[in-house]
Structures are given as C-alpha cells and as structure tokens.
C-alpha cells in the first residue's frame, strides 16, 4: 500500500509477501463443534478478518492432554484437520495468510478434560491456586496438583507437537505459532516459580529453555524454521507466571531463540504488576528488542499511533491486535481511511452463536 503509515506497508516474512504489518493475535473464542472440530462459522470469522497482514489463529491443543478449556478447537484428530481445511481455504480465497497456534496447557487443566480422568502434566508438582477452572460440563473446580513429567513423557509430548505441526500442514495453513506465554506449559518451563526440576530441564536458564528449544526444533523439522513463529509473555502473571529473575531468565531466551532463524518472535507487552516485578517489563519491547535479530511482533493494547510509533522507532517490525479484531474485522481497512473503531463486548468473546462473533459489520463509508 502507498501509505505514509509504517503498519500499512508491506513486509516480507519468511518466504511471504504480507501487504501490510497488522496482525491478527491469537484469540480462544471457544465455539468449535463437537469434538474441537472448526466449523463453517470458524471459517466465516477467520475470512472476515483475511486482510490482516497475518492471521494468528486461535491457541489449539495439540492432543488431549494438551486441553484445558470446553470447546476450543484442536489439531490432533483428522476430523479437526478437514474442519481447519475450511478454514484455511475460507482464508486464502481472501488472500490472506494464516499461521495456527499450538497450545499445551500443562497444569492449567482438569481431570475432566484428561484421557482417563487423571490430573494433568506439568514440569513440577506445583499447581496453580489463583483462580478456578472451567471445566464445562461440571462447572469451575479447583485446579489439581499436577503430576511432574517423566523424561520418556516429555519426549511424547515433544511427538505430539511434531504431529500437530504435520496435522497443520495438512491442514493448509501458511505456517505454525508455538505458544510459550500466558502461564502454560512451555512458560511453566520457563518461569522458576513452576519448574522446581533438579534434572536437564530445570535449574539454569538454559535448562529451562531446553524444552521450548526442543519442541521448536521439531516444529523447524516439519515446516522449516521461517514458517515458525514463537509467542513468550516475559511480563508474567499470567496464570501465576512468576520468575526470580525476569529479565535475565528472558533476555537469555530470545538471545538463544536467533539460534533458529524463525518467521518470527511474537511478544506480549503486558503488565500485571507482579510483586517486586521489575519496572523495565512496564513497557518491555524496546528492553527485548535489543536481544532479538529477527522480525519481531509486539501486541498489548496498542492504538494505530502507538503501533506506528513502535514500528517507525525499530522496536517492532509487525504489531498484533487482540479485543479490537473480536470487533472490527476491516481493521487495516479503518485505519486506513482513519474510521473509528468498534470496541467489542467482553460477553461475547467465549462460547456462543454468532452473535459477537460472526455479526460485527464492516465500516459503511456511506
Ligand atoms: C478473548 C481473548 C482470547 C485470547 N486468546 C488467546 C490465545 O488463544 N492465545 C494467546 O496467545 N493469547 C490469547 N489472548 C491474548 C491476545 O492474543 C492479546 O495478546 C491480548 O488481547 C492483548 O492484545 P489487545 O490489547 O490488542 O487485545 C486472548 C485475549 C482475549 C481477549
């Protein structure tokens, strides 16, 4: 696009041509259909929302282990395959490109959503205290302790990752997101506050990187790293993400991540405002960028002016938005011509029909 604004113009990322750098953030809305099967309104959505630079689609579980929320859609079975198919292909009739974000809840799960009813898997027995789970049909519970992983379970899951990615593949989307942020279980690796490991995987940062570099390598096996990206949140907090030392533990981690050449890093500027976190995280993009080689996306509440402004400053090549493409599927389209945007309704943003979902208009000029 000939625009004077950074965000508009195109971008080459990995072996794609984007037409502009607004991406769309990942978001669970939880209405897929029996059996986390995407369905033709899934695909309605994600076409709608085709003129994002990049589409990053919602966190899916890579097995059922991996679950930890009712009705999310996921990439381990082949009827899920043929419902995401609808999706990619709505997508691409659009022209747009879209990546799929695989997802592995670790302690943040139930019993109920486990094989076998046993409790979920995480790298230490720690569960988390700070709120309960919705496990669908047997309403919010307490979160169980979780079961360490054994060495041989972690290598499994590692597997389950490598055939998620194939899934995806099969699937037709353009490329795989692997999600390491918001308190799940690759951050439960990361973050000290979980991960009381005294073998390989625990202890020094490098151990604690190990799975996340280990789960990326095989992503790398089957898509080739620049159709790979990878989402960290060093802010913390989020389902009780916590690390003695933050800004080493990630500074050290997205110095290693140049080790993999990906599509891209993809980072959450969030601020919860964790006891004696360090202020540096407040507004910790620039602070990150400086340890990062490649194409970086940044997301957290950003208006067009800021997005620009971190763009045009070098701290981020692409900017995502999250709750504003929930409500404004044009949103390269109104910031283009400066039209206002929609802000969306929190009621709406999980379960449901269409309403909130599919029904949002695109801006009439008229
Ligand atoms: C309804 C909803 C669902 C979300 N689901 C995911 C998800 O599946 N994966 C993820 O990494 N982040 C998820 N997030 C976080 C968003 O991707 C994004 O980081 C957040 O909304 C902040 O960006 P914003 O201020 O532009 O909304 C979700 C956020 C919301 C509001």
Redesign the pocket.
Same mark, same amino acid.
């Given at each position: 696009m000939n625009t004077k604004y950074p965000i508009l113009k195109s971008i080459q990322f990995g072996p794609y041509e984007l037409p502009n750098r607004v991406a769309m953030?990942?978001?669970?809305?939880r209405r897929a259909g029996a059996g986390g099967v995407p369905t033709a309104m899934n695909a309605l959505y994600y076409a709608q929302r085709a003129s994002a630079g990049l589409i990053?689609a919602?966190?899916s579980p890579i097995s059922q282990q991996a679950t930890g929320y009712p009705d999310v859609p996921g990439i381990y079975t082949q009827k899920q395959i043929e419902g995401w198919k609808l999706v990619t292909d709505a997508v691409h009739e659009k022209g747009g490109r879209i990546f799929l974000?695989l997802?592995h809840v670790g302690r943040f799960s139930h019993n109920d959503f486990q094989p076998g009813g046993k409790p979920p898997v995480a790298p230490s027995a720690v569960p988390f205290r700070g709120r309960q789970i919705n496990t669908g049909k047997n309403g919010y519970q307490e979160t169980p302790i979780p079961l360490a992983l054994t060495k041989p379970e972690i290598k499994s899951i590692i597997g389950d990752y490598w055939q998620a990615a194939k899934n995806a593949m099969e699937a037709g989307f353009d490329g795989v997101e692997l999600?390491a942020? +918001?308190g799940y279980l690759i951050d439960q690796f990361l973050n000290d506050i979980s991960n009381h490991r005294t073998d390989e995987y625990g202890g020094s940062f490098g151990n604690r990187y190990r799975f996340l570099a280990e789960v990326l390598d095989t992503l790398c096996s089957v898509w080739g790293s620049d159709r790979v990206g990878v989402?960290l949140?060093p802010g913390g907090g989020s389902l009780g993400m916590r690390d003695s030392d933050p800004l080493g533990l990630f500074a050290y981690v997205i110095s290693r991540l140049n080790e993999f050449n990906l599509a891209y890093l993809s980072i959450?500027q969030?601020w919860f405002d964790v006891e004696n976190y360090p202020q540096e995280l407040k507004n910790l993009t620039p602070y990150f960028r400086k340890f990062y080689d490649g194409l970086l996306i940044t +997301?957290?509440?950003?208006d067009f002016a800021q997005a620009n402004k971190m763009i045009e400053e070098g701290y981020a090549d692409m900017v995502?938005?999250?709750?504003?493409?929930?409500s404004n599927p044009d949103l390269v389209e109104r910031f283009a011509i400066g039209a206002p945007i929609t802000e969306p309704d929190?009621d709406t943003?999980?379960g449901g029909n269409e309403t909130g979902y599919t029904d949002y208009p695109i801006w009439d000029r008229t």
């Open positions: 953030a990942p978001l669970t809305r990053m919602e966190a974000q997802w999600h942020a +918001n989402r949140a959450l969030q +997301n957290h509440g950003f995502a938005f999250g709750k504003w493409y929930i929190p943003f999980y």
